[in-house]
């Protein structure tokens, strides 16, 4: 399930520096380029890319020109590339976001949940895609209680003879939809194949808050938020209106900064160190590609 990879230029003149939090403890500096996860490690790394609008779509189809919404994905994937995360969750992917991806030689080595050719239309179901440095077993999308098409997608990855399984998600995103993000919680945490005590991780868009009412549901308990283990005292917003004005533009009225994204991890699993992918210094700063931050993750492996 290799994705077929065709040569394109991903540092384009003028492409905003992105940072991504080194792995050190909470009160130390973000660093530009943090080295590889401790030898016995994995990486991973969940974002919400921002869907490009519905126009920008079509002018990419038609093949007029490069809107903004492309060039915003050439940098997000820019900054993925140099985190070097061994497996990666995208949410909101579309046709043109999926192009790149397959066109890109970075993800040459990488397996994809969903394949489509640089020049089909297709996107992935729910907009979920995750990239894998190492083989996939099984994929498998999940219908959730849902009006706008909310689903589920979770892959079996082989590592070093040892299976890990890998679910992403994007909840309701309305703030009043609180109702629907519960009964999807509740659907995820009634999957069978999500193991809370062995080798799983749950990444993604919850759509909530810490200070949110889903956060105190009782449904996931049993998994490990990742943020609130490793760095308790860092409010860790992903969805931050001062600092990223693409989420200022994107937010709903009155909607505050919140931690969107979130790692869960099974018992089993013990993470090392945990971060964001934020805006950083020097030309572009303030120019994030998506509405949301990156979070990543460096977990313990073999467990």
Do not use: K, M
């Given at each position: 399930m290799l994705l077929a990879m065709g040569l394109v230029v991903i540092l384009v003149t003028g492409c905003p520096e992105v940072l991504v939090d080194a792995p050190t403890p909470a009160e130390a500096p973000a660093a530009p380029l943090p080295e590889d996860g401790p030898s016995g490690s994995?990486?991973?790394?969940?974002?919400?890319?921002?869907?490009?609008?519905?126009?920008e779509v079509w002018v990419e189809a038609l093949g007029w020109r490069e809107t903004s919404g492309v060039r915003r994905a050439r940098e997000l994937l820019a900054a993925s590339q140099r985190l070097r995360a061994d497996l990666v969750a995208f949410q909101e992917v579309t046709g043109p976001f999926l192009r790149l991806v397959s066109t890109d030689p970075h993800w040459r080595t990488y397996h994809a949940t969903f394949q489509a050719t640089p020049s089909a239309g297709a996107e992935p179901p729910g907009g979920l895609l995750i990239l894998s440095r190492h083989p996939l077993t099984r994929v498998h999308y999940q219908k959730l209680p849902s009006p706008t098409g909310r689903t589920l997608l979770s892959a079996r990855i082989a590592i070093d003879g040892q299976d890990l399984t890998l679910a992403t998600l994007h909840l309701e995103s309305l703030p009043e939809a609180m109702t629907g993000r519960v009964r999807q919680i509740q659907a995820v945490a009634g999957n069978r194949e999500l193991d809370s005590r062995?080798?799983?991780?749950?990444?993604?868009?919850?759509?909530?808050?810490?200070?949110?009412?889903?956060?105190?549901?009782?449904h996931l308990a049993e998994w490990r938020d990742t943020w609130l283990l490793l760095r308790p005292d860092d409010a860790g917003l992903t969805y931050d209106v001062e600092r990223n004005p693409?989420?200022?533009?994107?937010?709903?009225?009155?909607?505050?900064?919140?931690?969107?994204?979130?790692?869960?991890?099974?018992?089993?699993?013990?993470p090392l160190a945990v971060g964001l992918v934020t805006p950083g210094p020097g030309p572009g700063a303030g120019r994030p590609p998506s509405d949301h931050f990156g979070v990543w993750v460096d977990i313990a492996w073999p467990p």
């Open positions: 994995l990486r991973v790394l969940t974002w919400n890319v921002l869907a490009p609008d519905l126009w062995r080798r799983t991780l749950i990444v993604g868009d919850f759509n909530h808050g810490d200070a949110d009412a889903e956060q105190r549901l009782p693409l989420a200022r533009a994107q937010a709903f009225t009155n909607e505050p900064s919140r931690r969107l994204d979130r790692i869960l991890v099974s018992s089993d699993l013990t």
